[in-house]
């Protein structure tokens, strides 16, 4: 009997515990997306950085301009916390009245455009001084940094050999797909042409933006095209040719990134509270060892 009674009680204790790490999961979940998040901002970033290779006087004028505009940042979202507070209740009395059917008095009407251009006149506010901090930083950087922002797309694996930024334009994959699309025999080319094709429209789906209406049927006959294309050339020709054919593959699955503008670039990236951060420690380590960041 007692030993029953053990049984129950493990079992009793299993199914709370169970239940406890079952609960937690969705907050832990949170937690490492959250900071899986930050770890990619901050690697982002970095590529950024590194490939600007800025100078102690340019990093100096980014972190002012940084902390100045966070600074304004924070006040603004404490003041759009109040007035979301204030805006909640007044969209509650206008739900309440409309609920029943009833006219909203002028005074709330009132109520809600007040507290409407007052946030408007605060977003107003942050975003000038963004424009303007934005601008202190262009007119630091040189023409050649200036470039490189303006084609920088975020990466987390930076491009090899060459110091460049942002994601490369590296189509090495890809020709090698084409090259062992090649050394397929005919014969078997054409038996398996239809699961080769298949196969490499669900790996360069992969690439292609979130519910992207692409029509597969459209996508395969482009990419047997290519193919097709690609057995037909020379040895010489191919070889000349391979980086474009390996570009055409791609080009629809890939989304189009535009040549950003520079302004938004710099919002984005330099006026970061992560910015701030890399900034310091870079700023602290040439005080450190007596030497100038070149």
Same mark, same amino acid.
């Given at each position: 009997?007692?030993?029953?009674?053990?049984?129950?009680?493990?079992?009793v204790l299993a199914v709370f515990l169970t239940a406890g790490l079952l609960w937690g999961l969705p907050e832990l979940s949170r937690e490492k997306l959250e900071k899986t998040g930050e770890l990619r901002r901050e690697i982002r970033l970095l590529n950024l950085m590194n490939g600007l290779d800025l100078t102690q006087e340019q990093m100096e004028i980014i972190l002012t301009s940084a902390k100045?505009?966070?600074?304004?940042?924070?006040?603004?979202?404490?003041?759009?916390?109040?007035?979301?507070?204030?805006?909640?209740?007044?969209?509650?009395?206008?739900?309440?009245?409309?609920?029943?059917?009833?006219?909203?008095p002028s005074q709330t009407v009132r109520k809600?455009?007040?507290l409407d251009r007052e946030s408007r006149e605060e977003r107003l506010k942050i975003q000038e001084k963004m424009k303007e901090s934005a601008r202190e930083i262009e007119e630091c950087l040189e023409p050649h940094q200036l470039y490189?922002?303006?084609?920088?797309?975020?990466?987390?694996?930076?491009?090899?050999?060459e110091k460049r930024i942002g994601q490369a334009r590296d189509y090495k994959g890809l020709t090698r797909g084409l090259e062992r699309v090649r050394r397929v025999p005919s014969h078997v080319y054409q038996q398996r042409?239809?699961?080769?094709?298949? #196969?490499?429209? /669900?790996? *360069?789906?992969?690439?292609?933006? =979130?519910?992207?209406?692409?029509?597969?049927?459209?996508? !395969?006959w482009h990419i047997e095209t290519i193919y097709d294309d690609v057995r037909s050339l020379e040895d010489a020709e191919f070889e000349?040719?391979?980086? #474009?054919?390996? /570009?055409? *593959?791609?080009?629809?699955?890939? =989304?189009?990134?535009?040549?950003?503008?520079?302004?938004? !670039?710099?919002?984005?990236?330099?006026?970061?509270?992560?910015?701030?951060?890399?900034l310091e420690e870079r700023l602290n380590q040439g005080d450190s060892t007596g030497e100038r960041i070149s």
């Open positions: 009997m007692e030993k029953g009674k053990v049984s129950v009680l493990w079992m100045e505009y966070q600074r304004l940042m924070a006040r603004f979202e404490h003041i759009l916390r109040n007035s979301q507070d204030k805006m909640e209740a007044v969209l509650e009395e206008i739900r309440s009245y409309l609920r029943e059917n009833e006219e909203i809600y455009h007040r490189q922002l303006r084609e920088f797309v975020p990466c987390i694996i930076p491009p090899r050999g042409k239809e699961e080769i094709v298949s #196969r490499t429209l /669900e790996r *360069l789906k992969l690439h292609a933006p =979130p519910f992207s209406d692409m029509d597969d049927e459209e996508m !395969k000349i040719q391979k980086e #474009r054919l390996a /570009e055409e *593959l791609i080009s629809p699955f890939k =989304p189009e990134i535009p040549s950003g503008n520079v302004m938004r !670039k710099i919002a984005g990236f330099l006026l970061s509270e992560e910015v701030i951060t890399i």
